[in-house]
């Protein structure tokens, strides 16, 4: 008895707070304004405007650069904790984690100050008598945000899996005759790949659909597609666009997920079977 | 040995990318001028304005209000799920669990948007009660993934065992599987504690009518530029995360030795 009921309320709580809003977004985004429902799929032809297109266009390109900024940084890093004394290693790791835990809009604040027309990266080129440059406000300064906000979700699940990876595997691949590179290159980056690929997802996720950091450090006007879906909400008013928009975003994620999925689990197979 | 400086220069460049933006915020919370552009002087004077901001104050409370409650609601909820989802037929589990899934696998803004015009739709005011039924829905799932687990350790029939024993449902409930679940219990409170401390993008979608949280108030002044106050209050946050974060390391390592 008391295992039929006890998730009874939540069962109502996800179909109101879980289901009904997804299926509210869906019915705004198939029709258009006016007092009862009208069928069109007019939003949606005003998203393939090329306008809009730019704007997902643009959002996907830095997602992806930060993505790639993160792996090609994060990567080296996660192997560096991994293979750290022990003694170091849960300080080190301490370390990456603790500016993860400080207010998300903190952070991206910080860069701000740095970056800002009298901040000190501007301070530091007078004092070398180069002249003032605009840091702030700038695509590169979006893209610097994101990779600084979501490094550690890159170097976190890379360096969980490299830890967990069998060092004998290593061992017998040098023994074999492998030098490092062909080690890195058929053993341990193919081991890695789970944790690779939830790190590329964790950090694309956000920077995909963020809407904050291209507000703060960019400023004004719609940049990302984040910037586009708040401002038909909060600003225009016109949610049957604000939802078909979201509903793209929506959809967009949840196959670049599935498509991360099925990768994962081929480069588990490829890697040698089932060794965890 | 070249390689081994390599990576100690590597690593302390990474952490220097990492803390050079909190370390300047910090410095420049003591600094007796409004710029950051110049170093005039010591002064404790923005952490004065800072506790007289009644906006920064306000939103302080409602942040740890609803973080206080929304995770304990979230924790009762979804415990008593994942037990009910435990014990649920094949289909049902698969149902629940994807259900599950979407707030966790969603872009926070659709979430966001998604629930402004549900509360919309039910003609609710945003305010208090919308942020806190919103941060409920994105807690729930984190407390059933932490809690589910545990229950999957279980030996099978312990449920059974129990009941056949004589107890009730309930006493077999109390007596036998909280005990059993409850570090799943206690990590999934913290984390939704610390989910609903530190949301931005759902809370700005479902808050108003004067109910704002911290990450909100932070928002809307840094839209209108550099202030000094920020700083000193990103200063004392990372304090109390430090000392926070020391304290659970001391205690885990004082575990251990015992």
């Known amino acids: ?276 | 040995m070249v390689m081994k400086w390599l990576k100690r220069i590597y690593a302390g460049l990474i952490f220097i990318f990492l803390y050079a933006p909190i370390a300047v915020l910090v410095v420049f919370s003591f600094n007796d001028a409004k710029s950051t552009a110049k170093w005039e002087g010591f002064t404790f004077k923005w952490y004065r304005t800072l506790l007289e901001n009644d906006y920064i104050m306000k939103s302080l409370y409602y942040t740890i209000l609803i973080a206080v409650i929304a995770s304990l609601l979230a924790t009762v909820i979804g415990t008593f799920a994942a037990f009910g989802i435990h014990y649920a037929k094949q289909w049902r589990q698969k149902l629940m669990m994807n259900i599950n899934s979407i707030p966790i696998l969603n872009p926070d803004i659709v979430t966001g948007i998604s629930l402004m015009t549900l509360f919309l739709w039910m003609g609710l005011e945003r305010g208090f009660i919308t942020m806190l039924l919103a941060h409920m829905t994105f807690c729930i799932p984190y407390v059933i993934l932490s809690v589910l687990p545990k229950m999957k350790q279980m030996p099978a029939d312990v449920l059974e065992a129990a009941m056949d024993l004589g107890a009730t449902p309930w006493m077999a409930f109390k007596k036998v599987i909280l005990p059993e679940i409850s570090p799943g219990i206690i990590s999934g409170a913290l984390i939704a504690f610390t989910l609903s401390i530190d949301d931005f993008v759902i809370s700005f979608f479902t808050a108003g009518n004067g109910v704002t949280n911290l990450s909100i108030a932070i928002y809307s002044m840094a839209r209108r530029g550099i202030k000094p106050e920020i700083n000193a209050l990103s200063t004392l946050m990372f304090l109390t995360i430090l000392i926070l974060l020391l304290a659970i390391n001391k205690r885990s390592s004082n575990i251990e030795e015992l």
């Not at chain 1, 009208?38 to 809009?52: A, G, I, Q, T």
């Open chain 1, 1 to 276: 008895m008391l295992k039929k009921i006890s998730s009874g309320p939540y069962w109502l709580w996800s179909l109101i707070f879980i289901v009904v809003p997804i299926m509210l977004i869906i019915v705004f985004s198939l029709s258009v304004p006016g007092d009862t429902f009208r069928f069109s799929l007019e939003n949606y032809r005003r998203f393939m405007e090329p306008v809009y297109l730019k704007v997902l266009a643009r959002s996907v390109k830095i997602a992806v650069e930060a993505t790639l900024i993160c792996l090609a940084i994060g990567y080296p890093m996660a192997m560096i904790l991994a293979k750290m004394h022990l003694k170091y290693r849960t300080i080190a790791v301490m370390l990456l984690v603790v500016p993860m835990w400080m207010n998300f809009l903190l952070r991206t604040y910080a860069w701000m100050t740095i970056l800002n027309k009298n901040g000190i990266l501007n301070q530091l080129l007078s004092l070398f008598g180069l002249p003032q440059m605009t840091f702030l406000y700038s695509e590169g300064a979006v893209l610097l945000g994101m990779v600084y906000n979501f490094l550690p979700f890159m170097v976190l699940p890379i360096y969980t899996v490299l830890t967990k990876m069998d060092n004998a595997l290593i061992e017998a691949a040098e023994d074999l005759g492998a030098n490092r590179g062909t080690v890195f290159l058929k053993v341990t980056f193919p081991l890695s790949l789970p944790g690779v690929l939830s790190g590329v997802s964790m950090v694309f996720m956000p920077a995909v659909s963020t809407f904050v950091i291209s507000d703060l450090l960019y400023g004004g006007q719609y940049m990302l597609v984040g910037n586009l879906i708040q401002q038909q909400f909060l600003v225009v008013n016109d949610w049957h666009f604000g939802s078909a928009i979201s509903m793209l975003l929506m959809v967009m994620i949840l196959i670049t997920m599935s498509i991360m999925n099925r990768l994962g689990q081929n480069g588990i197979e490829q890697g040698g079977g089932n060794i965890w």
